[in-house]
């Protein structure tokens, strides 16, 4: 095994979707570290190749992530561990800006043990309000005073900072709204499911006018393995995510319409903060990393619930 790749917070829906497509690879050994605070072990994949290993970890935490890199070694790192999900990280602001101490650990071990490329997942929040569509990569008027969206920003600083004293490469990626399979009802897809398969209320902040763009975990991950494998947008930041934008409103009926649900949209009052009117990435640098068409929205929602693993929770 010739890669010896680290995965924070591999027990999460993108990070252990991340850390199964790597496997697929036997030169790959794959090291998942997650504090279980989001994420759950009926995640963490199980490999053919048996080249995936987890150890309960809080990256947070210098002692306890140091003697994972100590013993391993690493060559690359997807740093992804974060605390997620618009209520809670509304509800626990101070628990999202310790955060940054996890980003710090990270790359200070990285630069001390020779690890050669750090990924680190980003979000659309660093956008904030929008100034522009679509949202390019090189325009952040950091217009958010959301502590989930600051440290997404600081975090990005500080993959810059480190390349530029250190040498140590860096690539961003920066993600709308991934939405797949092992996706927790935490989140919009998975939830309006849910309820839908229930014949339950589906619930939406304000008139539901605001937009999104949702990409499909297959999409996610052709793009940021290609990335990985081809050495792309070293020392870059990559929207990840398409450009097909759908309101809320427009979703619920949607999967009310594809799931053939008796569910009604029920309005609650809009959220005070932490609900941007619009999304839409710039994706020139997601089309080349992706190099084929899209999942559209109803095939993916489609692949969802013909998935015996989707769970109702």
């Known amino acids: 095994m010739n890669r010896k790749i680290l995965v924070t917070g591999g027990a999460g829906f993108i990070g252990s979707s991340l850390a199964e497509r790597l496997s697929q690879d036997p030169d790959n050994y794959i090291v998942i570290v997650d504090n279980l605070l989001t994420g759950s072990l009926t995640k963490v994949p199980r490999s053919v190749h048996q080249n995936i290993k987890f150890i309960k970890t809080d990256v947070n935490d210098l002692q306890d992530i140091s003697s994972v890199f100590l013993a391993y070694r690493f060559d690359y790192v997807f740093h992804y561990a974060a605390v997620v999900g618009v209520k809670r990280t509304l509800a626990n602001p101070v628990m999202v800006l310790n955060d940054i101490k996890g980003i710090n650990n990270i790359l200070s071990l990285s630069k001390n043990t020779g690890v050669k490329r750090v990924f680190y997942s980003s979000s659309s929040e660093v956008y ?18 959301l502590p989930y969206a600051i440290v997404k920003n600081v975090g990005e600083a500080y993959l810059r900072s480190f390349k530029r004293e250190y040498d140590l490469d860096f690539t961003i990626f920066r993600l709308f709204n991934t939405y797949g399979v092992k996706q927790s009802t935490d989140f ?4 309006f499911i849910a309820a839908a398969l229930r014949d339950k209320d589906i619930t939406i902040f304000g008139d539901g006018s605001q937009t999104r763009t949702f990409c499909y975990i297959d999409d ?10 081809n050495n792309i ?15 809320v409103l427009d979703l619920a009926k949607l ?17 005070k903060e932490g609900d941007m009117t619009r999304r839409k990435p710039d994706i020139t640098k997601m089309k080349d990393l992706l190099g084929r068409d899209f999942t559209r929205l109803e ?3 489609r692949t969802i619930l013909r998935n015996s693993n989707f769970v109702l929770s």
């Open 128 to 145: 904030g309000e929008p100034v522009e569509f679509p949202q390019n990569e090189h325009t952040t008027p950091l217009n958010s005073r």
């Open 188 to 191: 919009v897809i998975s939830k």
């Open 220 to 229: 996610h991950l052709d793009a940021t393995t290609n990335a990985f494998y």
């Open 233 to 247: 947008l070293v020392n870059d930041v990559g929207n990840i995510g398409t450009d097909q934008e759908i309101s």
């Open 255 to 271: 999967v009310i319409q594809i799931t053939n649900s008796r569910s009604v949209i029920v309005h609650l009052p809009s959220l």
């Open 299 to 301: 095939d993916g929602i």
